[in-house]
């Protein structure tokens, strides 16, 4: 099955810097992959999301990278604010089955 | 529309006892699945349905039972509970198999088991 791995497992940055998040997959046929922001108690919620067709996606502060032939994927936040504090999750997909990596938590520092 | 709902909230079972957490959608959504979500883990896929009358195992099946006898209908049946299953528990949805993949989660089942 598939294996996604997610670094760093925490991201502390301060206020209007960015923050990265790297994901690795094993599945050479998976072919979507989102981001989901979860906040303390609440549901995971989809942030952004790039098929394997596409190289990079951007919404407003966020953007995803992937790069099929080295099987990885990234989240670029740009000008972080302290509303962007939650635990981030990326996954993997071959069509339904999502395997999902471990999480992200990211602090944002005033 | 009330998007995925799940019921209970919340729920305290002893070793041994049995219940089921119900999942209901009204979008219309083909695919429905249940996670479980432990601190450090991630999420991990527990049973899935792609349509009424067919479900099929994920990554972590062992000890739980899924039915899809309706598209909006997806309930979660622990057998036996025990104390490894204490977790958080979340049914998803999506519209297709494939084209729109994006899936909608539940708020989401506290489950402890003492």
């Known amino acids: 099955g598939e294996n996604v791995e997610q670094h760093p497992s925490t991201l502390s940055v301060q206020e209007g810097d960015s923050a990265v998040i790297k994901c690795t997959y094993s599945d050479s046929a998976s072919n979507y992959f989102p981001w989901y922001k979860q906040e303390l108690g609440k549901r995971p919620q989809l942030i952004i999301d790039i098929r394997s067709n596409v190289g990079e996606k951007k919404d407003q502060r966020i953007a995803v990278t992937l790069n099929k032939t080295a099987k990885h994927f990234s989240l670029h936040i740009t000008e972080t604010q302290p509303e962007d504090s939650a635990v981030y999750f990326c996954?993997?997909?071959?069509?339904?089955?999502?395997?999902f990596g471990a999480g992200t938590t990211v602090t944002v520092r005033a | 529309n009330a998007g995925v709902t799940q019921t209970p909230k919340f729920q305290v079972l002893k070793t041994g006892q049995s219940m089921t957490l119900q999942c209901a959608q009204d979008?219309?959504?083909?695919?429905m699945s249940w996670y479980r979500q432990d601190p450090g883990m991630g999420l991990r896929l527990i049973h899935y349905?792609?349509?009424?009358?067919?479900?099929d195992q994920g990554e972590v099946p062992n000890g739980y039972n899924v039915s899809r006898s309706t598209t909006e209908d997806f309930p979660l049946r622990l057998l036996s509970a025990a104390p490894s299953q204490t977790s958080v528990y979340f049914c998803?949805?999506?519209?297709?198999?494939?084209?729109?993949?994006?899936?909608?989660f539940g708020p989401g089942t506290r489950l402890t088991v003492t």
């Open positions: 349905s792609v349509g009424a009358g067919i479900t």
């Open positions: 996954a993997a997909s071959n069509d339904y089955k999502l395997s």
């Open positions: 998803a949805s999506s519209q297709s198999t494939s084209g729109n993949l994006e899936q909608y």
């Open positions: 979008m219309n959504h083909e695919y």
